[in-house]
């Protein structure tokens, strides 16, 4: 039996440039939607659009809801739009583009984002317990405006990015070499140098951060093929993202928040480390607790179908 996600029959009979032109429509309504959300703001507050386009350190000092909003409300617009045109563009159900040929499964995606909420935390415990310095920034009332826009917008932002770099480039670099392998390696790559432009670059030094991103990149596209649709990449990728913006945020972060905790992290190397090694225990938490069975998933096209399926 193949593996639906990437080698559904029906995806044969749409072109392999449908897949590129599907991550540069994607990239390109973000880019759009993020200039329109900070002219606005600008607008709004009373600031030269240019004074925010070539300061953004300028944006740090605002309001991080208002911040959010300005980058993050297009995000919606895009998703309801992608479900809208994939059945017409592709001739398939919506469905196909998350899990390939069977339902999502919503009860996995959120005890995935509960587990992954929680063995993050865990993480964090035990580095207070071994000397690490995690403080409370005590700004209540600007966490309490900021938490529903958080709650709302990062769904929608981090379903874009499993798109972009798990639904169509995976699918599309597949397509290329009939192979999940390389379709893993490729969308990681550029997974992390897309996100190279963000700030903890510059705080934490590129070697230390391309490295990081390209695991994280890795351990969520192998998320991916090994359950054959991406509800655990996106809990994944969604648990890390409200923690970091809800609860424990770092210095130099590419989006300031009014988080209850502020982490003061050890120097780059050892924070490297320490952030691979809680990515790979919550990868393995994830691929126990939801029983993948078949790893061939991530080098082969196709699975025995004698093999008892996890998930």
Avoid: C
């Avoid at 415990?125 to 709302?152: D, H």
């Amino acid at each position: 039996m193949k593996n639906s996600f990437l080698s559904l029959p029906e995806f044969q009979k749409i072109p392999v440039a449908g897949w590129f032109m599907w991550v540069l429509l994607l990239l390109g309504s973000m880019l759009l939607f993020q200039f329109a959300g900070i002219w606005a703001l600008s607008l709004h507050l009373g600031i030269p659009f240019t004074q925010l386009q070539a300061n953004p350190d300028l944006l740090q000092q605002l309001p991080a809801e208002a911040v959010l909003l300005a980058l993050f409300a297009g995000f919606v617009p895009i998703i309801l739009a992608g479900n809208l045109l994939w059945k017409p563009w592709s001739g398939l159900p919506s469905r196909a583009l998350n899990t390939g040929n069977r339902p999502f499964k919503f009860k996995a995606f959120g005890l995935a984002l509960l587990l992954s909420m929680a063995i993050i935390a865990l993480a964090d415990s035990l580095y207070v317990a071994g000397g690490g310095q995690i403080e409370w920034q005590g700004n209540t009332s600007a966490f309490l405006r900021f938490l529903p826009f958080a709650l709302l917008l990062f769904p929608f932002q981090t379903l874009f990015e499993e798109w972009v770099f798990r639904g169509f480039l995976m699918r599309g670099i597949h397509r290329i070499f009939n192979s999940p392998l390389p379709a893993l390696l490729g969308s990681s790559l550029f997974f992390a140098l897309l996100h190279m432009g963000n700030s903890e670059v510059s705080e934490f030094g590129p070697g230390y951060m391309l490295l990081y991103y390209l695991g994280q990149a890795l351990v969520m596209g192998a998320l991916v093929l090994l359950f054959d649709g991406l509800e655990l990449a996106w809990a994944y990728h969604l648990a890390n993202n409200w923690y970091v913006s809800l609860l424990v945020t770092l210095p130099g972060s590419s989006l300031r928040t009014p988080a209850l905790f502020l982490s003061q992290p050890p120097e780059p190397l050892k924070m490297l480390l320490l952030g691979s090694s809680i990515s790979l225990v919550l990868a393995l938490s994830l691929i126990i607790a939801f029983r993948a069975s078949n790893w061939e998933r991530l080098w082969k096209s196709t699975e025995s179908s004698d093999e008892k399926e996890g998930f």
